[in-house]
């Protein structure tokens, strides 16, 4: 069942609505389904919405490797100031190779602890530090991307990973511009810094490049038009399949590996082939003088170059051979002949009916 319910417009206008019998009372139209609402956008927090601060202690900690440790020691007191702002203690352990973040009394942001865990994973991913205090911010939000666990072959994968950069790092700064993240290779992990939509585009096109399902170029391709078509406004509640380019993957056909068959396994070994010089002894040829020997090279020269004369005059020749020409009768000929078929059917048939009276 539908029913119309009355809606006053902007204007003062009295309009009518449809609106739709509900199963049940949680299915009605919440006041937070309003299209003017932007659910992406994340509040800023306010300290005074915590006055109390944490209950109790929260930490974290992750190991780095030991070539990054150089650079943490002289980008320490620019992380550790960072991280003073928000309330949240840090210690570098070079001894274990660990980063540590834990919360404080001054801490009021309880979800800032989290931001502090994903900075030090940042770090120790090889993010410069300016890149990676960014992650404080509320609108910014990280992703590591594992990588090394998708392709067996240690070839392969290399080879996939630098597609993903592309030649001077064309497709990464590509993919960058149209997702609106940071993106970094390292190892065996991707890190991307960005928003939410951005990110969920990046792991994507990252995994389907590793696993080899679609190439980064037809990905960036898509991500184009999407961009082009989300200007318009009047194709935001169409589909946009019919405006994506269609890319079909073609199976190239390996060449077959030749297999040998093995032979049967004798204990004997195999029968000594002739040398050059046995051969010679066999024909005769070993005990001739030399000018004998080269008057019969002579003569087998001259042989094959007289056959070879021959067969490509004969080609020559074939040029100017005549076609058969098909024989044309004149009609009158072709009808005396059916005239003298007829006749003798019809005697054949007299002779019959004789026959049969005689009878």
């Known amino acids: 069942m539908v029913r119309s319910e009355e809606i006053k417009d902007i204007d003062g206008e009295v309009a009518e609505k449809p609106r739709t019998r509900h199963k049940g009372k949680h299915d009605k139209d919440k006041p937070w389904d309003d299209p003017s609402i932007d659910h992406w956008k994340i ?6 919405w915590n006055h109390s601060g944490m209950l ?20 320490w007191p620019s992380v550790r100031g960072a991280l003073k702002e928000h309330g949240i203690a840090c210690e570098l352990n070079l001894v274990e190779g660990c980063m540590t973040v834990s919360t404080t009394r001054k801490t009021r942001d309880p979800y800032i602890i989290m ?8 770090l120790s991913r090889s993010v410069p530090a300016p890149q990676a205090i960014k992650i404080l911010n509320d609108e910014m939000l990280c992703d590591i991307i594992k990588i090394g ?52 585009q990046v792991r994507r096109v990252v995994e389907e490049c590793i696993t080899n399902t679609k190439l980064p ?31 079909k993957k073609k199976n190239v056909k390996q060449k077959k590996v030749k297999t040998t068959e093995r032979k049967p396994y ?22 001739l003088s030399d000018k004998k020997k080269q008057a019969n090279k002579w003569q087998e020269k001259q042989e094959k170059q007289a056959k070879k004369t021959a067969e490509s005059k004969m080609k020559r020749e074939e040029a100017f051979v005549p076609p058969e ?21 019809s005697l054949k048939k007299k002779a019959k009916e004789f026959g049969k009276h005689e009878s």
């Open 266 to 287: 004798t204990p004997f070994p195999p029968p000594r082939q002739p040398s050059k010089i046995d051969m010679q002894l066999e024909s005769g040829e070993y005990f």
């Open 43 to 48: 509040e800023k927090f306010e300290p005074s």
């Open 325 to 345: 020409e098909p024989m044309h009768y004149p009609e009158s000929h072709m009808d005396d002949k059916n005239d003298v078929a007829l006749m003798a059917m």
């Open 56 to 75: 109790d202690v929260s930490s974290f900690s992750t190991l780095f490797p030991q070539y990054r440790e150089k650079y943490l020691q002289e980008c």
């Open 149 to 200: 666990n998708l392709v067996r072959s240690k070839e392969r994968f290399v080879k996939r990973r630098q597609r993903l950069v592309g030649p001077n790092s064309s497709t990464l700064k590509a993919l960058e511009i149209l997702t609106g993240c940071y993106i970094l290779v390292q190892g065996n992990t991707v890190a991307a810094m960005g928003p939410f939509k951005g990110l969920k």
């Open 115 to 122: 931001k502090a865990r994903d900075l030090i994973k940042l």
């Open 217 to 247: 170029v037809y990905n960036i391709k898509d991500l184009m038009v999407k961009k082009e078509l989300a200007k318009n406004p009047s194709l935001a509640n169409e589909n946009w399949g019919r405006f994506l380019p269609n890319f």
